[in-house]
C-alpha cells in the first residue's frame, strides 16, 4: 500500500462545503457580471468570489500540507492556476470586450506556466505562440473593427455609459450561474471526493506506457518524443489537420469578403494606358513608374 | 517526486470550464461569447495534458495539437461570420439575431 493512501485525511472538501463554497461564489458571480445594478454591488459580487476562492485554495493547502511536504513544484502551481482563474473570472465579467481579450492572454500565459510544470514545454510554447500570438491578434482586430462609436446624451458620459447595451447588460445570469456552478460543484466533488489519488509515483511506467512512448527511438526532450510519436503514430490524422486549416482559411475568405463595387462609369470605360517614357534608373523593375486610371482594373504597365 | 495529484490539475481545468460557461451563456456580444469558447478549450487542454503526464504517454500532447488546429480554425471561421453578422444588422447584439429560430 502506497504512504499516501494510507493517510486518514479523508476527503479534500466534505460534500457540503463544495456544495456551500459554489452557491457563495455562483452569487458572487451574479454580482459581479455586467448589470444595472449599482456598481457597489460588483464589488461586493468580487469580494465574495475571491473570498470563496481563498477558502477552496486554503483547505486545499491545508489538506496538502498534512500529507506533503510543499515544494517549490506546488508553489508555482498555486501561483499560475490562482493567477489563470482570476483572470478567467475578468474575462468573463469586464464590461469591455478589448479588456476581455486581453485578460484571456493572461490566461493563457497560466495555462503555458502548468503545462510546463506538467512536463509539456513544447505544447507551453505553441499554446503561447498560436493562442496569444495569433488567435488573440485576430480577436483583437475583428473588436476594433466592429466596434462602434455610441452617442450618449449629457455632456460628461461615464465609461459604462459609453459601452453599448449589449456589453452592459448581461443574459440571465441567474440561470447561466445556477448552471455553470452546479456542474463546477459535480466536478468538484467528483474529482476531489471519489477520485482516488494518482500522482507520477503512483502509477507504474512500465505498465501504463507499454504500447506508446516507449517503442519510439530514444529522443532527448519533450519536443523531440512529441514529434516522432505524432509522425508514428498519428501521421492521418496530423494530414487531416493540415487538410482542415487549408478549407478553413479558404472559408474565412469566402465567408469574409466583401464584393467591391465598381462604378458604372470607370466600368464602362475603356482601358487607358499612359504611354510615357519611362525609363528605369536601374534594373529594378519597380522603378518604372505605373500610369494607370482610377479604375485598380484597368492598371497597366506602359510598353516602352 | 511530484507532490501533486491529478486532482489539482483537473480541478483547476474543471473550473476554467466553467467559468467559461457561464460566460458563454451570460454575455450577449458575440465575439466575447467566441472568446469564452476559447475559456472552455483551455480547461480541456490542462485536463489532457495533465492525463497524459500522470499516465505518462504522449497522447495527451497530440490531442491538445488538435484541440489547438481546432480552435484556430473555429476562431477564423466564426470570425468572419461574426464580420459578417455585423455588416448585415451594424450590432455585435447575440439578441439582434433572436428571430432565427429554427
Redesign the interface.
Known amino acids: 500500500m502506497p504512504f ?1 493512501l494510507a493517510q486518514a485525511g479523508g476527503p ?1 472538501l466534505p460534500a457540503i462545503a463544495i456544495v456551500a463554497l459554489c452557491v457563495i461564489a455562483g452569487i458572487g ?1 451574479i454580482m459581479l ?1 455586467p448589470s444595472h445594478f449599482h456598481p457597489s454591488w460588483r464589488k461586493v459580487g468580487g469580494a465574495l468570489t475571491a473570498a470563496t476562492g481563498l477558502i477552496f485554495l486554503a483547505a ?1 493547502l491545508r489538506h ?1 500540507a498534512a500529507e ?4 517549490i ?2 508553489v508555482y ?1 498555486y501561483i499560475f ?1 490562482a493567477f ?2 482570476v483572470c ?2 475578468r ?2 465579467t469586464h464590461r469591455q ?1 478589448v479588456y ?2 486581453l485578460y ?1 492572454v493572461l ?2 500565459f497560466a ?1 503555458a506556466g ?2 510546463v ?4 514545454e ?2 507551453a510554447a ?2 503561447v505562440i ?2 496569444a500570438g ?2 488573440l491578434i ?2 483583437v482586430f ?2 476594433m ?2 466596434s ?1 462609436p455610441t452617442s450618449v446624451d449629457g455632456a460628461h458620459p461615464t465609461p459604462a455609459q459609453q459601452m ?4 452592459n ?5 441567474f ?3 445556477t ?3 452546479a ?2 460543484g459535480i ?2 466533488f467528483v ?2 471526493d471519489r ?1 482516488e ?5 503512483s ?1 507504474n ?1 512500465t505498465a ?2 507499454e ?3 516507449r517503442q519510439a527511438p530514444a529522443v532527448e526532450g ?1 519536443t523531440q ?2 514529434g516522432v ?2 509522425f508514428s ?2 501521421q492521418v ?1 496530423l494530414e487531416l ?1 493540415g487538410l ?2 487549408t ?3 479558404v ?3 469566402v ?2 469578403r ?1 464584393r467591391v463595387t465598381i462604378p458604372e462609369s470607370l466600368a464602362a470605360a475603356p482601358a487607358e494606358v499612359v504611354v510615357f517614357p519611362a525609363t528605369p534608373v536601374d534594373d529594378n523593375p519597380h522603378s518604372i513608374p505605373v500610369y494607370g486610371t482610377d479604375n485598380p482594373s484597368q492598371k497597366a504597365y506602359p510598353e516602352t | 517526486m511530484n507532490p501533486l495529484a491529478l486532482q489539482h490539475y483537473l480541478a483547476v481545468g474543471a473550473i476554467m470550464f466553467c467559468i467559461g460557461l457561464i460566460g458563454f451563456m451570460t454575455r450577449r456580444n458575440l465575439i466575447v461569447m467566441f472568446l469564452c469558447t476559447e475559456l472552455m478549450f483551455q480547461g480541456v487542454a490542462i485536463n489532457l495534458i495533465a492525463f497524459g503526464r500522470f499516465h505518462d504517454n504522449l497522447a495527451g500532447q497530440a490531442f491538445v495539437i488538435f484541440v489547438l488546429v481546432i480552435a484556430a480554425a473555429e476562431a477564423s471561421l466564426a470570425l468572419g461570420l461574426v464580420v459578417l453578422l455585423f455588416r448585415q444588422r451594424n450590432t455585435l447584439d447575440a439578441d439582434a439575431w433572436r428571430d432565427m429560430k429554427g
Open positions: 499516501f479534500v458571480t457580471l486545499v496538502e506533503h511536504q510543499t515544494d513544484h506546488s502551481f492556476s489563470g482563474l478567467a473570472m474575462v468573463i470586450p476581455s481579450a484571456f490566461t493563457v495555462s502548468l503545462f510544470l506538467l512536463m509539456a513544447f505544447m505553441a499554446l498560436i493562442y495569433a488567435i485576430t480577436y475583428v473588436i473593427l466592429a462602434q453599448a447595451d449589449y456589453d447588460v448581461s443574459r440571465d445570469p440561470i447561466a450561474a448552471i455553470g456552478f456542474l463546477m466536478l468538484l474529482i476531489f477520485a489519488e494518482i500522482t507520477v509515483a502509477l511506467p501504463l506506457s504500447g506508446i512512448a519533450n518524443e512529441l510519436y505524432l503514430h498519428q490524422s489537420a482542415l486549416l478549407i478553413a482559411m472559408g474565412a475568405i465567408i469574409a466583401r
